[in-house]
Structures are given as structure tokens and as C-alpha cells.
T-cell receptor, first 114, second 114 residues
Framework: EPEVTQTPSHQVTQMGQEVILRCVPI?????FYWYRQILGQKVEFLVS????????KSEIFDDQFSVERPDGSNFTLKIRSTKLEDSAMYFC????????????FGPGTRLTVT | KQEVTQIPAALSVPEGENLVLNCSFT??????LQWFRQDPGKGLTSLLL?????REQTSGRLNASLDKSSGRSTLYIAASQPGDSATYLC?????????????FGKGITLSVRP
């Protein structure tokens, strides 16, 4: 069964460094999302992406964040200058157009900023 | 702003018990509701999706119901097993397509005792 994949599974970085989190959505899906979950807290929406542009972004998604779909398969989240509070699990999700609009999630990337 | 609440935060039951997990949301103008399972440190596995026009969905020992007008959903687990131990999250989406971000509850951590 097709699934969303994410790499790396765990990333450790120093404060102020740039990180790129990578996702490969399910191949026929058209809508792409990033969410994050700080330890012990709710899963929070960051950004949605459709037709090669951002559809919606949350207050969390400030100028330090960017997303890109550099080719037909990858979807990336870049954090330009990481802060301690960016430490979280980051989930990518994708969705196909249709009646149900069900989102399928990847296994997540655990980002630890030291 | 949509708020999703899941109470209690944790639940412990003996194996074999039938149980109900509750989810409430403040804005009844939703398009769909998804129930997810999350194992510790892992990603989100979609269990069931209910469209706003539907009353319930079933998959194996799981049954999810939706009362949109009262802003409530329940996940019923029949004959619980130790393997059901996990955190169960519900999430709602207000729109379709590019703006279909999910708003999550904090989850209910279920422990099924052998």
C-alpha cells in the first residue's frame, strides 16, 4: 500500500543552523501539509501546499520557515535558523482530491535543537 | 477558532472491555472528522474518517460516530486488547481541498491491561 515517507527519522542540530526536512508524498496526491507536535502537546498545523504554492499557513509558520516541491516527488520543509523551541516531531501529510479528503501522514522527523 | 477537546487525557481498562473515547469540537461547521492512532514516538495512523453527512463508520472492532450539531464524536472499541494500547487523536477539517487543514485534540492515552 502506498505510504508517505519522511527523512531523516531523527535530526539533531545546533541552534541557529538551517535544517531541511524531506517528505515523499503518495504519488497521485495533490495536496501537501506539514504539521508539528511538540512533546506532550497537540499536533499543530503549519502549512498547506497545492499547485506549487502555499494555500494556507499558521501563525507558527513565520519567515524562518519555507516549503518547496523541488521535483515531482519530494516536498521539503526548511527552517532557516533553528531555535530551541523548534524541537518537535514534524509530520508531513498528503491528500488526493476526492470526496473524502482524507489525509495520510508520514512517520515523522524528530528534530532536536541543542 | 476551532477547538477540539478529548477527555479524559488517559484511560486504563482491563483486556476484553468495550470502551468509548470521546471527542468534542466547538465549531460544528466541519467537513470531516478523522480518528488517528499514535504509538509512542511514532507517526499518525488513520483509523476512521467520517464525513459531516455521515453518522458513523466502522472498521473491524472500531466504530466511530458523529453528532455534528452537538459537536461530538465517539470512538467505540469492542473487546479491547493489550495491542490497542496507544494514544487516540481526533481531528476535524472545516474545508475541502487546499484549505482542509486538520485541527487536533490532544489525544487520549489508552492502556489495556492483560
Amino acid at each position: 500500500e502506498p505510504e508517505v515517507t519522511q527523512t531523516p527519522s531523527h535530526q539533531v542540530t545546533q541552534m541557529g543552523q538551517e535544517v531541511i526536512l524531506r517528505c515523499v508524498p503518495i504519488s497521485n496526491h495533490l495536496y501537501f501539509y506539514w504539521y508539528r507536535q511538540i512533546l506532550g502537546q497537540k499536533v499543530e498545523f503549519l502549512v498547506s501546499f497545492y499547485n506549487n504554492e502555499i494555500s494556507e499557513k499558521s501563525e507558527i509558520f513565520d519567515d524562518q520557515f519555507s516549503v518547496e516541491r523541488p521535483d515531482g516527488s519530494n516536498f521539503t520543509l526548511k527552517i532557516r535558523s533553528t531555535k530551541l523551541e523548534d524541537s518537535a516531531m514534524y509530520f508531513c501529510a498528503s491528500m488526493v482530491e476526492g470526496f473524502s479528503y482524507e489525509q495520510y501522514f508520514g512517520p515523522g522527523t524528530r528534530l532536536t535543537v541543542t | 477558532k476551532q477547538e477540539v477537546t478529548q477527555i479524559p487525557a488517559a484511560l486504563s481498562v482491563p483486556e476484553g472491555e468495550n470502551l468509548v473515547l470521546n471527542c468534542s469540537f466547538t465549531d460544528s461547521a466541519i467537513y470531516n472528522l478523522q480518528w488517528f492512532r499514535q504509538d509512542p514516538g511514532k507517526g499518525l495512523t488513520s483509523l476512521l474518517l467520517i464525513q459531516s453527512s455521515q453518522r458513523e463508520q466502522t472498521s473491524g472492532r472500531l466504530n466511530a460516530s458523529l453528532d455534528k450539531s452537538s459537536g461530538r464524536s465517539t470512538l467505540y472499541i469492542a473487546a479491547s486488547q493489550p495491542g490497542d494500547s496507544a494514544t487516540y487523536l481526533c481531528a476535524v477539517s472545516a474545508f475541502t481541498g487546499a484549505n482542509s487543514k486538520l485541527t487536533f485534540g490532544k489525544g487520549i492515552t489508552l492502556s489495556v491491561r492483560p
